[in-house]
Structures are given as C-alpha cells and as structure tokens.
C-alpha cells in the first residue's frame, strides 16, 4: 500500500476514533489528521453531475459548462462558491479557491469538528471567512472532509452560521478545538 | 471568474435561482441518487442543507417589506413546492425546515396572490 494510502486509513481512523469517543486524540495527533486533509484536496477522479445555475459558466480552463456535464468537485465547487454565489473575494482563481481551503485547514486558529453525515464520518474545519469574504459571502467558512472518500466534500460560507452545521442532518458532532 | 458586487434585489433572486433549481431538479436526483458515488450525495446534502436557510432570509425580507412583487410570487412558489417535495427530500435524507420555521410563511401562502403584500404591508406599518 502506497504511504499516502496508509496515511489516508491512519487518519481515518483517528477521525473515527475521535467521533465514536472511543479515545481523545492528543494535540500531535489531530496536527497530523489536519495536515492530511489540508492536503487531501477534492478527489480528482471524482465527477459531479453540474447542478443548477452554473449551466452556461466559463470552465477555469476555457469553455461554457454544459447541462449533463459530469465535472471534477474542485471545479463544480469553485464554479457554484466563487464565480456563481460570489462567497469568495472577486477576482478569487480557482488555484486562489483551493489555496484558501488548505489555509483554512491549516489555520491553527480554526475549529475542528467531527461528526457522522448520511451516516459517515466527516471532519469539519470552521474559521472566519475574514479576507475570503467575498461580495456575498458569510462570516463563516467550512471544509468538510469526507473518511470513506477521503477527500474534502465541500467548502462553502456558512449562511446561518454555526447552525447551519449542528442542526442540518449532522449527527454525533464532537467538537476537537 | 466573478467580476461584478450584486445589489439586494439580484442576491434575493440568487438565493431564489439556487432553491428552484434544486426543486427542479430533485426527481431527477432521485431518480439517479443511489447510482450517485458517496461524495456527491454528500455534497449535494450539505449545500442543500446550507442554500434553504435562505428561506429564514426570504421571511425576514418579506416581514420587512423588502421583497419586490416578483419575488413575493416566487416564495410562494417556493414554500409550495418545498411541502411538495417535502417526502422526496426526506426519503433521500436531505433537510426539509422545521414546520415552525415554515409555520411563520403561512400567512404568505394563504393570501395565494402575494404581489405586492409585502410592500403593501411596509405601507399600512408607514
């Protein structure tokens, strides 16, 4: 098994550990879990189908995007989040977008919370939009990391807020800093 | 890659735009959800769960009269089509608002023809 696989399973189970309460992890131990997943990025093989408005976006890479188009999360996520909802400053690339996600994860300043969603475990990072406020953005930001996938799931603003993670269909959040 | 600051009026619609096309497109989600890899029922959970705390804004808005006739029409349109939709969102496991939260735009559906209620309102509170 290639080392980053490994890394991967070892971090996954300390997610799981951390959310089933089964152990507390020590400081060294969720340093390692979010350098992981600040460097664990939106799965590349992944494919998304487009959803809803951003039928008719320029692609980063050039081109409109097509309804029935499957596309990378990265880009389905920076189209709806950046160019689409406006979250993130003007001007944000979609280098910048996924920049600012690692800083965030990366951030000693941020939130870290565990908790299980359609039944999985996923660690959630929290932090203050601050500077990547955009236009129409919110004064809090969240990156979801997803155990069984491996990758981030999403990375949006917070509309409501800190209620917008606990009380919309995550369960047993156990908050870790 | 974003290039313009939208006024109120166009991030209401924004808002509207974004839960209209999930409502739109949610039997074809269903249809097609248990073929959908793990991700990206995940995401489209989450960023659902996130999008229809806009319906607490569009109640807000429309208590304080700042919504425009068009977009009074829309969130009846909307709150008809949540209920609707309310088993199918459930069945999936995605966020469907406490009735209590919804209970505050019965008034709003029950008037039916809501073009310019809100600025109607906005006058008789002048």
Redesign the interface.
């Known amino acids: 098994m290639a080392e980053v696989e490994r890394e991967e399973r070892a971090v996954g189970d300390l997610i799981v550990a951390a959310g089933s309460r089964a152990r507390t992890l020590s400081g060294a131990e969720l340093e390692r879990v979010l350098r992981h997943v600040a460097r664990a990025g939106f799965d590349p093989h992944a494919r998304e189908n487009v959803r809803g408005p951003i039928v008719g976006l320029t692609r980063p890479a050039g081109g409109q995007v097509q309804r029935g188009d499957r596309l990378p999360p990265a880009e389905v996520h920076y189209l709806r989040h950046v160019v689409y909802r406006q979250e993130w400053p003007v001007g944000t690339t979609h280098a910048g977008y996924l920049a600012s996600i690692r800083e965030v994860v990366e951030d000693p300043a941020s939130r870290v919370l565990v908790g299980r969603y359609q039944g999985a475990w996923q660690l959630s990072v929290v932090r203050e939009s601050a500077a990547l406020r955009g236009p129409e953005g919110f004064p809090l930001l969240l990156v979801d990391y997803r155990v069984t996938t491996g990758h981030w799931v999403t990375a949006f603003q917070l509309r409501d807020g800190l209620a917008g993670i606990t009380a919309r269909g995550r369960e047993d959040i156990t908050w870790l800093r | 890659?974003?290039?313009?600051?939208?006024n109120r009026e166009e991030?209401t619609n924004?808002d509207f735009?974004?839960i209209e096309?999930?409502l739109?497109?949610l039997p074809e989600?269903a249809a097609r959800w248990a073929a959908?890899?793990?991700?990206?029922?995940?995401?489209?959970?989450?960023?659902w769960?996130?999008?229809?705390?806009?319906i607490?804004?569009f109640l807000a808005d429309h208590q304080r009269g700042y919504l425009t006739p068009a977009q009074e029409v829309r969130l009846v349109a909307v709150l008809r089509r949540l209920r609707q939709g309310r088993s199918l969102l459930e069945g999936l496991?995605?966020?469907y608002p406490p009735e209590a939260e919804l209970a505050a735009l019965r008034p709003v559906e029950a008037a039916g023809t809501p073009a310019g209620s809100s600025r109607q309102a906005r006058g008789r509170r002048a």
């Open positions: 890659m974003a290039t313009v600051t939208r991030h924004r735009d974004l096309a999930m739109d497109e989600i959908l890899s793990d991700g990206e029922r995940a995401s489209v959970g989450l960023e769960g996130n999008d229809i705390g806009a607490a804004q496991g995605l966020y």
